[in-house]
């Protein structure tokens, strides 16, 4: 074993290791802060889940178990404040990809073969990129909305005077 792993491959493995955990957990947090924004944007009587639980998604092997609850309770916001705003969108919004991109997610950390774990990466790289998408747009709706709604007060303000 040690003919094969030199010292200075042991190094830049050790070294490539740290940089892609790195990475890793600045795109987990910028994830986690797009769900936190969202969040914010629902009413409080809406929340499945609150806005600061989601940097739970930051914390390693707990975030396997977290991305489940994440996908379960922000569908369940975002759907309270879609009926509530009466702004229509699919039922359950974001709900399947958030739960495909969370089942590949913890296949990938099972010990599987190398195959199936790679195949589960894969999906789960798709459905992470598509699931961060969806909440963005969501995001973006609701805000739209606000601006929206803040328009037409002002609206209705200079009709009254």
Known sequence: MNDVMTPELAAEIE???IFFGVVMLIVWA?????VRNT???IAKENQAILPSQSWFLLLPFFNIYWNFEVARRLSYSLNNEFFDRKIAVEENPGYNAGMIYA???LVFHLPFPPFIRMLAMIVCFVYFISYWFKINQY???LLEHNKWQEARRENEDKHED
């Open 39 to 41: 969040l914010r944007l």
């Open 103 to 105: 089942w590949s997610y």
């Open 30 to 34: 910028l994830f986690a802060n797009t």
């Open 15 to 17: 070294r490539l290791s």
């Open 139 to 141: 995001r973006v709706l």
